[in-house]
Every structure is written in C-alpha cells, then in structure tokens.
C-alpha cells in the first residue's frame, strides 16, 4: 500500500485502544454463508512466500517473482471455471500485469469488483502488503466457485500489478473503460493488508458503497472498533473513485514490518487473516444477490427481493398550500425470504429522516432513482416477521401523481404509483394489507382504498382512515385528497358501496345504479366478487397521465363514471387485482380480459358480438399490420399496456370463448380466479388451464393470437363452433 493514508494510520493508531488479545476466528456470516478456516488460506500465502524466496526476496513490479505469483493465482481461477483475462501495461521500462477473473452468470450490466493487489516493494516479500489481501481474495473466489454461488449481480476480481509504483496498473484498467462500461459497475471493493498481529481499529473504506455497512457490523459483533476513512489516496479504489464508481473495502493498520523484509509469512496473524477472509467471503454473499430488483425483465429495478411484504401502515400529512410536499411515516411489515444483512425499498422524491427495523435504528442510504437501501443493527434470520419504519418529508415522487386544481391530488398510476407517497416493495408480485392514516386541513376529504375507519378532528385538521383487508399489488393502492362529495350506499348483500366526487364532477345517481345489476352480472361469470367494499373515486386532475384505473375496491375515474369504463374497472376487481400479475410482461391478463368485459355488458344488454363487435374488429383491421404486429404476452419493455392488449386483445378473448364454447370459456374465467386469488399468476398458467379446462389443444390458437405478430390463420378467426 502506498498512499496519503500512510501518513495518516500512525496518527490514527496513536489514539486509538489496543485490544487485549487476538479476534476469535471468524463464524459463517450466516444461514448459507460459508466460512473457512486458516487452512484454506495458508496455501496461497505459503506460495507467495515460496515464489519471493525463490526471486531475490520480493515479488515486486517488473521481477519474475510477481509474474510467478500471478501464474500462480491465474492458474488456481482457471480450474475453478473463472474467465480469466491478463492485461499487459509498461511502467519504468518494465513489463507490468494485471489479472481480471469473472465468475460466469450475473447481470454484467450490475457488476460487482473485488480487488486486490499483487506486487511487494522491492524490499520485501510482502506477506501482509498484500500477499494477505491477495490471498484473501483467491480464497474468496475459489469458495464461490467451490459452492457454485448463483448470482444476480456479475462478480469480476482483479489482482493489480504495479500498486506500489502509484495505482499503476488499476490506473490503466479504469483508463480502458468507456462511460459505459464504468457505469456497469455497481460498485469497487478494495483489500490492502488485512492480517496485521492484534489490529487496533479496522479501517473500512467507503464512497457510497453498499458493503461499508456490512464491513463496519462484522468487526463490530466481533468487538473491534471501525474507522472509516474515504476514498481519497489509499490504495486501487482511489482509481475507480476517481472515475466516479462507488468504492468500499477495508485494511489493518500498519505493522512493524510495513515495507520491509521482515513482512514475511510468520508476520501474520492467522486469526485476523481468516477473519478478514470472512468477512469478505460474508459481503460477496450479501451483495452478489442485488436486493434491487424482484426481477421483472421490464423494470429490473422494481420491487426488491429477500422478502415478501404483509401488510403497511402508511400515515401521511398534507397541506393543498404546499401541493409539492408531503409528510410521511411507514411502517412495513414482511417476512425474511433468506437472511438479510440489508434490504431495499422503492421510494421516489422526499429526505428520510430516520429508518428503523424492530424499533432499533437502522442505517439508510439512497441508490439510484428510487432505492431506499436499509441495513439494519441486527442481521434479519430467514423466516423472521420484522417491521421496518421509515420517517420522510419533502418534495413527493412524480410517477402516478396527478394534481387536483386547488391543490388536491390523486395518487393513481400503472405501472408505478406507489413509491411516489410511501416506501413500497413496488412489484405486483408481491402483495401486502394495507392501512392508510391520511391528515389534511379541515374541509378536505383523504379517500383511499377498502373500508374507511374512524375520522377525527384537531386543531382544524381532519385524519381519514382506510383498510383493505385483502392482499393488494402496490400499484393498486391509492389515496386522494379534495374537497369530495361523499355518497355512500349498500349493496343487497351488505357490501358498502363508497362514491368520492371531487370538486368539478358532478354525481351521478345513474351511474351509481349501476354497480349492482354489473356486480350481479360479473359476479355469474367470474364467481364472487372479491372485495369487502365497492365504490368509486371520480376526480378532475389538471395534470398527470390517468383516465381510470382499478385501485382496489374503488376504482378511479377521471370527469364522471360511465358505463363502459365501469365495466372495465370492475373487471379488474378480478383480473387485476384479486389475481395480479406475475410481472410486466403478463399485461394480458389484465387488459385482455377487462377490455372484453365492454362487450360482455353490451351483450347482456342485447348486442350479437359475432356479427356487431368481433366482426367489424377482424375486418376493419384485416388489411392493416399494425394492428396485428404486437404480441399480446411478452410485448416487450414499454409496451406493457400497449394498446394491443385492449383492442386485439379484446378480439382474441372473443375468439377464445368461440373456439372452447361458453360453457369451458366461463369456467375458465371463475376457475382461473378461483385458483389464483389473493397471489399473482402468468399468461403461460393461463394457457395451460385453458387447455386443461377445455380438453382441447390450443397451442396452435395461442401461438398464433397471444405470439403472433401477424393476423392469425382464418381457421383461429373464425373457428367453426
């Protein structure tokens, strides 16, 4: 190591207490996390000591005793199944290396690199600096390959050359990269001496990295005390701080050998070097499974995995005289899929002012557009229920924020609303009660989604209550704030029935008449209707992109509520939101259906489908590609809710029902919600249990409706049952 931080550690070490023995080794960092022993370290440091010994007593830049010990490391990847690669630089008139090793699999696009440096000073072997960071890193390489780790982050290692010349090597490395592949990289991770004899302080490097917190909690459950330092100077992360990437890692302090022939191998301290091993093996099994991300092909970032969510608490604050602001406190509740040492949530706009998990204070950073990273004092056990809150204000998220005149707003939009008013896991697969405690001036009205609760009144302010009861998608929940005409009513069968119309709409009874006999109706084809409560939300934004949306229970509605898009909306009570889908690319299940149910109301009102709405559908578009040129599963990115999925779409269901009989089409639609209600489901179970429940073979129907990019064969228009 050579740096500014050189000057700095002695000062450092100074103030600081000497621990009064050696660290215990190191424990498994938890459920699934390897650890290893000294034995697995001891062999590689024992080569670096065999190969200085053999070259004159050091391995340093330009001598055969570091291109022997890069051999040596390259060799060792090379059987694991690493992709190993050497990049040759000058320094001084002399040849130099380094090594870059990637572990096959991962999203390339979210790498994360681990480094290390090879090379000694020409005075010594150098086993601590860095022939300990080294082999710590191969350790760590070799037990990922040993146990076969799948990834969703792309893990890269490199071992520099030429470090102590001046970030030679790591120099010309990050210098190669365009912007592009810069920006691929999630984050750096450095290690530069870590076995120095009774450590005082663990120095934990840190320029935005998400390992800095998981490096500063194992030293400290193992009682030693964490400086940490920049990214300025140092060692090879200064080299990827400089080109703007993230860097963490962490050293030991200085030994008495620091740079001298005396950093031979019995310089270590056994007990520290497999500690530190572990700590990495620890942080590349925390980070190598990106918790940003439920792994939606169409928005990777949505959602966050490690846990599923059951239930949230949102309470939220509003003044129409501040229309960009909005004060929040939530609190989630989810059950640990694996162990967490930290988690994400998606939260657009605000500053977080506190997040704490079980009552504890937690760490918090932000990440990107809208990741909400938390790492909690205590690593969450899978399986564990914990409740993370998170306390916000400030300038609200703009996704599915549509302003009211006056000052009001309606939080609705698809596919993303949510995390533009409170921390979400903001995916449709994973569903969750939900509880909202809305307070606004007083002669306003907070509307949201399920039965409302108990409303109260102090110091001219009025809080709102709303509960949904059944599991809800997070782009289903809504609230909205205006000055709302309530009408409230009940179904025959008890179910509440809840209109808001906000300031500009004018109620209509008629329309509200309507919900019983297209409840009645749904309900004969799609089985019971699956909510506690019905209703409406009928707003006039000035802004934003919504016309109507199926928030769960109530629907919204821009300007007035009609019967044609009530038809829709309801329908979606089904489709959409008791069974939601898997993820983007399953639009279909949604819109398709929903779209045909505006026929399915015209007929029960009288209409010939055959001859009035299929027809004219198939002949009016028979000529024209466009139409038929977008797939109605998988469309692609961005095309989630193409308008294929409503117009073709419609057709295809349509055509469907004529190819398996009303008979197995409507059976199918009850058992489809039936099986699948309260979770999320996919197009290809849809196609399955069509075929399943018709007892026909429709994959030639399906292939050339939902998978087809041109019109399909006259046989699949036009089917003669």
Same mark, same amino acid.
């Given at each position: ?69 890069l ?11 690493f992709r ?24 390339e ?30 350790t ?94 140092g060692s ?42 572990n ?15 439920a ?79 938390i ?22 998220? /703009?996704? &599915? ?5 006056? %000052? #009001?707003?309606?939080? !609705?939009? +698809?596919p993303? =609303? ?115 409560? /019905?209703? &409406? ?5 000035? %802004? #934003?992109?919504?016309? !109507?949306? +199926?928030?769960? =229970? ?45 026929q ?16 004219r ?34 057709a ?26 309260? %979770? ?8 399955a ?33």
């Amino acid at each position: 190591m050579r740096s500014r931080l050189r000057r700095l550690l002695p000062v450092l070490l100074g103030a600081a207490v000497l621990l009064s023995g050696t660290p215990a080794l190191a424990q498994s960092g938890g459920t699934g996390v390897p650890a290893v022993t000294y034995a697995d370290v001891l062999p590689h440091l024992q080569a670096f000591q065999h190969i200085a010994d053999a070259n004159g007593g050091n391995r340093a830049h330009g001598t055969p005793g570091f291109r022997q010990s890069l051999d040596y490391v390259k060799a060792r990847l090379d059987l694991a199944g690493f992709r190993t690669r050497i990049e040759k630089f000058r320094h001084e008139d002399k040849d130099g290396f380094n090594l870059i090793a990637d572990w096959p699999g991962g999203d390339e696009r979210r790498t994360a690199f681990l480094g290390a440096h090879l090379d000694s000073v020409p005075e010594g072997p150098g086993l601590n600096d860095n022939g300990s960071g080294s082999a710590a890193l191969l350790t760590t390489a070799l037990t990922v390959a040993r146990k076969k780790l799948a990834t969703d982050r792309h893990l890269r290692f490199a071992w520099w050359g030429a470090e102590e010349e001046g970030l030679i090597g790591s120099r010309h490395h990050v210098g190669k990269l365009s912007p592009a592949e810069l920006d691929k990289i999630d984050f750096y991770l450095n290690f530069d001496m870590t076995a120095t004899p009774k450590p005082s302080t663990m120095f934990v490097i840190d320029s935005g990295s998400p390992a800095t917190a998981l490096f500063q909690r194992y030293f400290q459950d193992r009682n030693l005390p964490v400086l940490e330092v920049g990214a300025g100077g140092g060692s090879d992360h200064t080299a990827f701080h400089d080109k703007g990437v993230a860097t963490g890692g962490f050293m030991t302090p200085l030994d008495e050998c620091y740079h001298k022939a005396c950093d031979t191998l019995a310089n270590l301290d056994p007990a520290v070097q497999t500690m530190s091993t572990n700590a990495i093996i620890s942080a590349v099994w925390a980070l190598a499974k990106d918790p940003a991300g439920a792994g939606d092909p169409y928005y990777p970032k949505d959602g966050n995995s490690g846990y599923q969510v059951e239930h949230y608490d949102v309470k939220i604050d509003y003044d129409p005289a501040k229309p960009d602001e909005l004060t929040g406190d939530t609190t989630v509740t989810a059950v640990a899929q694996r162990d967490l040492e930290l988690f994400h949530l998606d939260l657009n706009g605000f500053t977080v002012s506190e997040t704490t998990v079980d009552g504890a204070r937690a760490a918090h950073r932000r990440e990107d557009e809208h990741e909400l990273v938390i790492t909690p004092k205590q690593r969450v056990r899978k399986g564990s229920t914990f409740k993370v809150r998170v306390r916000y204000a400030g300038k609200h998220g /703009t996704q &599915g924020w549509n302003p009211i005149a006056g %000052g #009001g707003f309606s939080a !609705a939009g +698809e596919p993303h =609303s949510a995390a533009s008013w409170y921390p979400a896991n903001d995916h449709p697969s994973d569903k969750a009660t939900f509880s909202l405690t809305a307070t606004v001036p007083e002669g306003w009205t907070a509307v949201g989604n399920g039965k409302p609760g108990q409303t109260t009144k102090a110091g001219g302010r009025s809080t709102f209550r709303w509960h949904e009861d059944q599991p809800m998608a997070t782009y289903l929940s809504t609230v909205a704030v205006d000055r709302f005409t309530l009408r409230t009513s009940t179904l025959k069968d008890g179910t509440p029935a809840i209109y808001a119309w906000g300031s500009g709409t004018t109620p209509a009874p008629e329309s509200e008449a309507l919900m019983q006999p297209m409840l009645d109706y749904f309900s004969k084809l799609y089985g019971p209707y699956p909510f506690s409560s /019905t209703g &409406g939300i009928i707003v006039n934004t000035t %802004g #934003g992109d919504l016309h !109507a949306l +199926e928030t769960q =229970s109530r629907p919204t509605y821009t300007g007035g509520m009609w019967d044609v898009s009530m038809a829709h909306e309801l329908t979606h009570q089904w489709f959409g939101n008791a069974v939601t889908v898997a993820d983007w690319r399953n639009g279909c299940l949604n819109e398709c259906v929903a779209q045909y149910a505006n026929q399915l109301w015209e007929e029960h009102n009288g209409a010939d489908l055959d001859k009035g709405f299929y027809r004219r559908v198939i002949e009016d578009n028979r000529d024209k590609p466009e139409f038929w040129n977008t797939r109605l599963y998988d469309p692609g990115p961005g095309k989630e809710l193409h308008h294929a999925l409503y117009d073709k779409g419609s057709a295809m269901m349509h055509a469907l029902r004529r190819t398996i009989g009303d008979q197995a089409f409507f059976g199918l639609l009850k058992r489809w919600v039936r099986e699948h209600n309260g %979770g999320a489901a996919s197009w290809p179970e849809f196609e399955a249990l069509a075929q399943q429940v018709s007892g026909k073979d429709l994959r030639g129907f399906f292939d050339a409706w939902a998978h087809g990019t041109v019109i399909p064969a006259e046989r699949y228009l036009y089917p003669k049952s």
